[in-house]
């Protein structure tokens, strides 16, 4: 357990705005911040920071809450592991009310496979700096390689003993349980349910998730045995998913959201030469094809890739096809290809920092005319060829999402191919009409199954077939005013009436005291009044914060969802338009009075209702006076109300 003194010391520590934008590129849009969703794909932000209410709230997904519930949605962390991520960014020490042995197994089997897997970092990197072994083999490979000491530490990269059980019966021997070295790789079990380490006699990359946690590895042999695989990753697990991990973008996000560019490379030592050389914003696919998730991971910081790829024609042909679902999510691709036999490691070792960016600077070309170029060196004057080299073009154009951007490319390809400008723009939209009739065929709902026309409906002539359709139920009519007082609590509750009959009182408590006869139906609004009443009777007035950090999910959900608007007006609004806006602030008596006086009618309209129903069904003339009654009293609270309102009750 965290002490609450170091909780608070932490949320009074928190900077949203720098939380949510290590992950999500953030631009200035009035009081608040915006950006792409994490948590869904789209092309328009919906995704809005607000620093002054301390929150979060995404519209296209319904999440929202503080900077803490931000990571637990997007890394799954629990509270605690939350917590302790902010105390570390911000150099908070965790105090806790019960100390933890260190090796102990945790909690919840993601986080043991998390333990393990910075227990065998650490590990590999002592067995590197601190042993005979480790120092000749492992360590000499790196300097070798060109990589400082920095570079090394940093990535925290390290060797694997060449010896059957160095690692696992360490591990075991410091109370890690089995089961967890096998399921995150780092141990293989044999057929006789011994245990051996798989990455023994290999140099280390640990990867890291994009909190800097180690998720998994990467071993390369240093045997020139060709039976021996080069390179040995960790398998699939709860904590890695290879297809969602880019190598280095735990330490290149930064510099790819200030340099609004990410360089994408092949293998880890690409990515340690690129960062060493001065340039920080360079991730790896580390040796798999780009996945759809690994390029949403990299538009969350930058629109702008630019894949640096070696000399091999052959791999760079392979390549290009993938490519095109870079295109797809509307991202920019720029191309930088190296000598013959040289890829980003060896070229930038060969030439220095100051060249390789030279080189970088002067041979990137759009990925649309360097696909051109590539592909029609080598159909030559092949008329055929040259025919399926402007298909395949037209097609990834095709794949681009904004029309303004294709046509560009259509007009520059139309020189290149020497081919109509308007044959190639026919070719592309009868692509996009394709694809378009595809669309909308998988959104169509399937066929019925032969042999009965009618789907899962019985035949007309069956029981069944003129049944009355099945009535929805009706919205909760009343939960929009509940919801508007819930709104009005946590924005103005802690400010002063200065009205002409009431001064000096809180409007929190006000609104409360105006309510305390209103059952509320709504069960989150009710129990969001109950806690708000019970902090007014412990002597507190409580504020937004207290309900934005709150530990009932629901609670947390209904105030982020009360604090967020998803549209903000203009800054120069009335230097543009000369019309002035008014705010509820400017008549906080109107505001607050007219939500009191609006949930009261609407709850009234509720008890009419009942009585008109129970005056139906009444038999005894006594138990009909009494409720006609009831309901001539209620009809004047009602016409109180409604003068109030200015409005009019229907008869």
């Known amino acids: 357990m965290i002490t609450k003194a170091t909780i608070d010391r932490i949320m009074e520590a928190i900077d949203i705005v720098e939380v949510v934008g290590e992950f999500v590129q953030l631009k200035k849009r009035g009081a608040n911040y915006v950006g792409l969703s994490p948590f869904a794909n789209e092309k328009t932000p919906s995704f809005t920071v607000s620093p002054a209410k301390g929150i979060f709230k995404d519209f296209s997904t319904g999440k929202g809450g503080s900077a803490v519930t931000f990571l637990m949605e997007l890394e799954k962390f629990s509270y605690p592991e939350a917590l302790k991520w902010l105390a570390k960014k911000y150099g908070i020490e965790v105090e806790e009310l019960q100390d933890k042995p260190e090796n102990i197994e945790a909690d919840n089997r993601r986080e043991s496979l998390m333990v393990v897997s910075a227990y065998a970092a650490k590990f590999f990197q002592e067995a590197m700096w601190d042993t005979p072994e480790g120092k000749s083999i492992g360590l000499s490979y790196f300097r070798e390689r060109g990589f400082t000491n920095d570079i090394i530490k940093k990535f925290e990269l390290g060797y694997s003993p060449d010896q059957w059980e160095a690692f696992t019966s360490q591990a075991i021997k410091n109370a890690y349980q089995p089961e967890f070295l096998v399921e995150s790789g780092l141990s293989v079990k044999r057929d006789n349910g011994q245990l051996y380490d798989r990455y023994r006699g290999r140099v280390m990359f640990p990867i890291h998730g994009f909190t800097g946690r180690v998720i998994a590895f990467g071993g390369r042999t240093l045997k020139t045995d060709k039976n021996v695989p080069k390179y040995v990753n960790s398998p699939e697990s709860e904590i890695y998913h290879k297809s969602n991990v880019l190598y280095g973008l735990y330490f290149a996000k930064k510099a790819i959201r200030d340099d609004d560019n990410c360089y994408l490379v092949e293998g880890y030592a690409d990515v340690l030469s690129v960062h060493q050389a001065g340039i920080e914003n360079v991730v790896a696919s580390s040796g798999t094809s780009l996945t759809v998730e690994q390029i949403r991971l990299i538009s969350r910081f930058t629109k702008n890739i630019t894949i640096l790829y070696d000399g091999d024609a052959a791999g760079i042909k ?47 070309k759009d990925f649309i005319l360097y696909k051109t170029s590539i592909l029609l060196k080598e159909a030559g004057t092949d008329p055929i060829q040259r ?239 009494a409720i006609m009654g009831q309901y001539m009293q209620m009809k004047k609270i009602e016409k109180h109300i409604s003068d109030y309102l200015g409005s009019v009750i229907i008869k």
Request: hydrophobic residues 35%.
């Open 318 to 364: 392979a390549s290009l096809r993938g490519l095109d679902l870079i295109l797809e999510e509307g991202l920019n691709v720029k191309v930088v290809s190296f000598p013959d036999g040289h890829d980003p490691d060896s070229y930038v070792r060969k030439v220095g920092s100051n060249a390789f960016k030279t080189h970088i600077e002067q041979n990137k």
């Open 387 to 625: 025919a399926n080299v402007i298909r395949e073009i037209v097609e990834s154009i095709a794949k681009i999402p904004d029309s303004i951007k294709a046509s560009v490319f259509i007009r520059e390809c139309s020189q290149q191919l020497q081919i109509d400008e308007r044959i190639l723009l026919s070719e592309l939209n009868k692509m996009k009409l394709g694809k378009a009739k595809k669309d909308q065929q998988k959104q169509q709902p399937s066929a019925p199954p032969e042999g009965n026309p009618y789907g899962e409906m019985p035949p007309p002539d069956e029981p069944g077939f003129y049944d009355e359709p099945t009535v929805s139920k009706p919205v909760e009519t009343g939960i929009n005013q509940e919801r508007e007082i819930i709104r009005l609590l946590l924005v103005y509750g802690n400010q002063i009436i200065n009205w002409d009959n009431i001064a000096n009182t809180y409007i929190g408590p006000f609104i409360i005291a105006e309510l305390s006869d209103v059952e509320f139906d709504n069960a989150v609004c009710k129990n969001f009044v109950a806690l708000y009443k019970q902090q007014l009777e412990n002597g507190v007035l409580p504020e937004e914060k207290f309900f934005i950090h709150y530990n009932d999910k629901q609670i947390v959900d209904l105030a982020v969802d009360m604090l967020s608007t998803k549209y903000t007006l203009s800054e120069n609004w009335y230097n543009m338009h000369r019309i002035f806006v008014h705010g509820e602030e400017l008549n906080m008596k109107a505001t607050i009075l007219g939500a009191i006086f609006h949930l009261k009618k609407q709850k009234v309209s509720k008890i009419l209702e009942k009585l008109r129903s129970d005056l139906q069904n009444a038999q005894d003339p006594v138990d009909q006076d």
